[in-house]
């Protein structure tokens, strides 16, 4: 199976603050790497598909970049809003997997 | 709307059985793959099953392989996986998710709680 590394496992950031966070997979992917957003108590949500396509509804201010192996995902101005856990997840082999997560906080 | 919804979920004790369904709405459900996700608690997503449209291809994580099975039926527009033996360490959060790829959406999940 593909292992994804998703790093830092938490952060603290303040609100305006650029976050990002890094996903590493342990073979080439592509750009078959997805994010998403959980907020506590809810279900996730598909913020960016295809390492850098936002989908539809998404602020502007969250991005994705990358292929290969390393991806990256941007908040470009922390919002109030934005305190979540986001994981990315693969689909380049078909035993799906995500990563670890990262827990966002407001300093 | 694209609407999911899960049940069936419930309190069980280890090595028996559970079926959940997620009942799907707001889509042509037989155009999409359909996948199960699981979150145990305060834990990360794990990825269970997955689903093609016509159930050709059906996949599973090597933790539930001979234990679980997903089916679908497309004239009902439902999703199942029945788990048999089930284990302390199945305890979590169960949702289903249509999927291209990506998850999207997913359900509210049910709850599964394996314990004596």
């Known amino acids: 199976d593909i292992q994804m590394t998703q790093s830092p496992s938490s952060l603290s950031a303040s609100v305006g603050d650029r976050v990002t966070i890094t996903c590493q997979a342990s073979?080439?992917?592509?750009?078959?790497l997805n994010w998403y957003q959980q907020k506590p108590g809810k279900a996730p949500k598909l913020l960016i598909y295809?390492?850098?396509n936002l989908e539809t509804g998404v602020p502007s201010r969250f991005s994705g970049s990358g292929s290969g192996t390393d991806f990256t995902f941007t908040i470009s101005s922390l919002q109030p809003e934005d305190i979540a856990t986001y994981y990315c997840?693969?689909?380049?082999?078909?035993?799906?997997?995500f990563g670890g997560g990262t827990k966002v906080e407001i300093k | 709307e694209v609407q999911l919804v899960e049940s069936g979920g419930g309190l069980v004790q280890p090595g028996r059985s559970l079926r959940l369904s997620c009942a799907a709405s707001g889509f042509t459900f037989d155009d999409y793959a359909m996948h199960w996700v699981r979150q145990a608690p305060g834990k990360g997503l794990e990825w269970v099953s997955g689903i093609s449209w016509n159930s050709g291809s059906i996949g599973y994580a090597d933790s539930v392989k001979g234990r679980f099975t997903i089916s679908r039926d497309n004239a009902k527009n439902s999703l199942y996986l029945q788990m048999n033996s089930l284990r302390a360490e199945d305890t979590a959060l169960y949702y289903c998710a249509k999927s291209r790829g990506w998850f999207d959406p997913w359900g509210q999940g049910t709850l599964v709680t394996v314990s004596s």
């Open positions: 073979q080439d992917i592509s750009n078959y």
């Open positions: 997840q693969q689909y380049d082999n078909p035993a799906l997997t």
């Open positions: 295809d390492a850098s």
